[in-house]
């Protein structure tokens, strides 16, 4: 099946710690983007990525980082930096026209 | 910047139609997307639709574009229960790599 997986479904963390959070898409697709939604909220963008070794920060990048090694994979780490990380991350990826997301990673801080 | 803006709730009853609007300001937009969200998940594309149309229709879903006023709007036909969900709407003014600007969402409750 062709998709976008996203890896845990649901994360814990101690404060001052960093994850990472796993995306994975066997789409084709050249451009992925992290976005972060906060409940009642809407997405808010924090990185995309349009190629291999390329990214470019969204509107709250502060706090994350990412990587892009291979077109499959677009991994983002929530750093201690980050004051309020917890919220739902959604991974996306792009082809020409449509916009398709993964299913999601809910990151909770205790 | 972008901006797209939507109301926050809609009430209907099952068997219904429902419509849910949306306004963007970017005049260059090129590509508007409704996404539907179930509690949980992630985001689901319903249908888009190219700036140079007026409207769209698939099955149960229509999608109207006012070029002119920067408004977009989605009706869902029947409105069953399973409908229920969040609606965002989303804008992008090119296709492949930019990015995608969405709205607040708009949570549709269906009463049966």
């Known amino acids: 099946d062709g998709g976008i997986t996203q890896s845990p479904k649901y994360l814990f963390r101690k404060e001052g710690q960093n994850v990472t959070l796993s995306c994975e898409q066997n789409?084709?697709?050249?451009?992925m983007y992290w976005y972060r939604q906060d409940p009642g909220q809407g997405l808010r963008l924090i990185y995309y990525?349009?190629?291999?070794?390329?990214?470019q920060k969204g509107d709250i990048a502060e706090g994350y980082s990412v990587s892009r090694e291979k077109k499959e994979s677009f991994p983002l780490t929530v750093t201690s930096a980050q004051k309020n990380p917890t919220a739902f991350y959604l991974c996306?990826?792009?082809?020409?026209?449509?916009?398709?997301f993964g299913p999601g990673t809910r990151l909770t801080v205790l | 910047g972008e901006d797209v803006e939507q109301s926050l709730f809609l009430s209907v009853r099952e068997g219904d139609s429902s419509v849910i609007n949306c306004t963007y300001t970017?005049?260059?937009?090129?590509?508007l997307y409704w996404y539907k969200q179930e509690p949980g998940a992630g985001l689901q594309l319903l249908t888009y639709?190219?700036?140079?149309?007026d409207m769209k229709q698939d099955q149960r879903l229509t999608v109207l574009l006012n070029k002119k006023d920067k408004h977009l709007s989605l009706r869902i036909a029947d409105t069953q229960t399973g409908d229920s969900a969040i609606y965002f709407c989303?804008?992008?003014?090119?296709?492949?790599?930019?990015?995608?600007?969405f709205g607040t969402g708009t949570k549709l409750q269906v009463i049966p």
């Open positions: 970017d005049s260059s937009s090129t590509y």
């Open positions: 989303a804008e992008s003014d090119s296709g492949g790599y930019q990015k995608v600007t």
């Open positions: 996306a990826s792009r082809g020409w026209d449509e916009q398709f």
């Open positions: 639709i190219f700036s140079n149309m």
């Open positions: 789409l084709n697709h050249d451009a």
């Open positions: 990525s349009q190629i291999v070794n390329d990214f």
